[in-house]
């Protein structure tokens, strides 16, 4: 068997995130039928790096590859862009040893944009439009309250059952903020994410800026002395960004 690192892009708008479900169009699942356009007969497997979700983007997911053949990797990566549906592109295959683990990354960073300015129908796929005014300060206060390590089971997707198989003590190494162009962007660095995660951190905050909630609720969800809240991001705003290995 042949080992490849596959470097994807894709506009996640219309599909329903990274991993494969039946019936639904996802990043995933569109790249193995590519594969197996390409490559009729193949015996192939794919390992997603991040599992990001219905209508987040990517700018620099990853992709464990395995294959029963050795492709012609600039060919390949041709036929494969052309198979593969608008909005999405591999930019990059190279070969890797079979032991090399996809999803034991170094660091990822997954950016959110808002759009503090006027509409444009050629960007608005990539950023959130609020519909009232946000108080910046705010928002950048309440961010400043996930950094470091926390238990982050109220500000993840998960069910009570999960919380036994998955780790929520999670590390946020930085959350840092730039208004440029009236974009405000706020870039998330940490070792691994869990579902939802980022969006409901960002669905807090946004909603401490809008006055809908104070400073000291946060504090206390987060610190696992309240049940979860009903806020979450939308997910036009938010790509993953960078895979560090």
Request: net charge positive; hydrophobic share 40%.
């Amino acid at each position: 068997m042949y080992y490849y690192l596959f470097t994807i892009q894709y506009d996640g708008t219309d599909f329903c995130g990274w991993a494969k479900q039946k019936g639904q169009p996802t990043i995933q699942g569109e790249l193995e039928l590519a594969i197996s356009r390409v490559a009729r007969n193949s015996v192939f497997r794919v390992v997603g790096a991040s599992k990001t979700d219905s209508g987040v983007h990517a700018f620099d997911q990853k992709a464990w590859i395995e294959l029963n053949f050795q492709p012609n990797v600039e060919g390949f990566l041709k036929a494969l862009n052309r198979s593969l549906p608008l909005g999405i592109q591999v930019t990059n295959v190279e070969e890797i040893s079979k032991d090399f683990r996809v999803r034991n990354c170094k660091e990822k960073t997954y950016e959110y944009k808002i759009n503090l300015g006027q509409n444009n129908v050629f960007e608005n796929r990539f950023y959130y439009l609020p519909k009232k005014a946000l108080d910046l300060d705010k928002l950048k206060e309440s961010l400043g309250l996930f950094v470091g390590t926390h238990d982050f089971f109220n500000f993840s997707g998960l069910k009570t059952e999960e919380k036994e198989m998955i780790e929520t003590l999670r590390t946020i190494n930085s959350i840092e903020s730039d208004l440029n162009d009236d974009i405000f962007k706020i870039t998330f660095k940490a070792k691994g994410f869990i579902r939802y995660q980022i969006r409901m951190i960002i669905g807090a905050c946004l909603a401490y800026s809008l006055d809908k909630i104070d400073l000291d609720k946060i504090k206390r969800v987060l610190n696992l002395e309240e049940d979860k809240m009903p806020f979450i991001a939308n997910p036009e705003g938010l790509m993953l960004k960078k895979i560090k290995y």
